[in-house]
Structures are given as structure tokens and as C-alpha cells.
């Protein structure tokens, strides 16, 4: 099985993508994990990739497209995917299709967390980053002990820029702009799965994993 986990900012992909991989075994792409770890690197791509996040803009395709071949080329092709994430433009769900078919896959299903534009910016203005291991927070959905101290490691929360009002606003822009015609030709195959977002934690997960098994 094969899943695409779209949203806008803050809409929880990331919870729901870890529950599903623990559930079904799946390779786990977190695109926006990944392109922030090269953008902290010494990795070729590592400028123009930190530029783009911190702005709120989009990676280009053609960086997108090298760095999720590289990245799925390399993980277990027995096991099924989950793409959190990504793609976020029409041209890279095309040639994520593409990369499927030379391993003999298809997507299955485009899952999509929908959540208003209001509840984004309020939940990724709380929004915590560990600045030591990377794990996030939510001072509103998924709060911290402390909201100052990561609970896994001990190290310093703080705010990404890309959480800043200014970059949430236009992420969303990115979001209507690009993100959406993905939705659309998910619908004309047939395999989109709509989900509401704004609700708790557990009952979303419910509701895609039945959805999944009918």
C-alpha cells in the first residue's frame, strides 16, 4: 500500500503519518524533515534549500525531484510507502507516479487532512521545534512538560522560521496554489479520502484506517 498525506501547515500529517507507519510497516517520506536536514548541511543543494524554507516558499521542482529519487531509490522496495508531505505541485505527483511505476507501484490513496485556515495559523504559531534532535511540539495540540525543555531530549524549544506569521501566511498561498490540483486529479482516479483534521487525535486515525480497510 501506498499513501500520499497531504494538509495544509498544521493540519497533522506528521501524527497521523507516524501512527499508519507503525501500523501498516511502511518506508516513511517526510519530505519537509528532509529538506531541512540538507538545509543544515554541507549538501550541494543546502542554500537555495534553507532560502526557499525560510521564506515560506517552495523548493523548486527540479531540487525536489533529484533529492525524493535519491531518497526512495535507497529505502526497501518490498514495503509500501508513505509520503508526508509530498508531493506539494502537480508536476511532482506526476513523477512520483513515474518513480512508483519503475518498481512496479501505484499510489493507492491521496489522504487529505483538511483543517481551515484560521486553525492552521493558530496551531503552527504554537508549534515547537527541539533544537537537539528535532522532535516537535505543540503548545496547543501536543504540549510539552515544559514549553521550553524537549521531553525526549532535555534540548531548547524554540520557533522555525518558517513558523513565522509572515511564511505560515504564504505557505497557505503555496498551498491553494499548488497543492490543490493534486486533490483534484486524486479525485478523478478515484482515490482521494477526505478526512477532517479539526477533530482529536485517535478518532482521526480511526476513520482513515477503516476507510483503508474497506
Not at 525560510?54 to 531518497?71: C, M, N, Q, S, T
Not at 512520483?96 to 492552521?120: A, T
Amino acid at each position: 500500500m501506498n499513501l500520499i498525506l497531504l494538509g495544509p501547515q498544521g493540519s497533522g500529517k506528521g501524527t497521523q503519518a507516524e501512527l499508519l507507519v507503525q501500523k501498516y510497516g511502511l518506508n516513511y517520506v517526510e519530505m519537509g524533515k528532509i529538506l531541512r536536514s540538507i538545509a543544515e548541511s554541507d549538501n550541494q543543494y543546502a542554500k537555495i534549500v534553507k532560502e526557499m524554507i525560510d521564506k515560506g516558499e517552495l523548493v523548486p521542482d527540479e531540487y525536489v525531484r533529484l533529492i525524493a529519487w535519491d531518497h526512495i531509490n535507497k529505502q526497501d522496495k518490498e514495503k509500501g510507502w508513505l509520503f508526508d508531505g509530498y508531493p506539494r505541485s502537480l508536476e511532482q505527483y506526476e513523477y512520483l507516479e513515474d518513480m512508483l511505476r519503475k518498481f512496479g507501484k501505484k499510489i493507492d490513496w491521496v489522504v487529505y487532512l483538511f483543517i481551515s485556515p484560521e486553525e492552521s495559523i493558530r496551531r503552527l504559531s504554537a508549534r515547537r521545534t527541539c533544537e537537539k534532535c528535532g522532535e516537535i511540539f505543540n503548545l496547543v495540540t501536543n504540549p510539552p512538560k515544559n514549553p521550553e525543555i524537549c521531553d525526549k531530549c532535555g534540548g531548547r524549544l524554540g520557533q522555525r522560521e518558517d513558523d513565522q506569521p509572515g511564511a505560515i501566511k504564504r505557505r497557505l498561498e503555496l498551498f491553494n496554489e499548488r497543492t490543490k490540483p493534486i486533490l483534484e486529479k486524486a479525485r478523478q482516479e478515484n482515490i482521494l479520502m477526505e478526512v477532517n483534521g479539526e477533530r482529536p487525535i485517535d478518532i482521526i486515525n480511526d476513520e482513515i484506517v477503516q476507510k483503508l480497510g474497506q
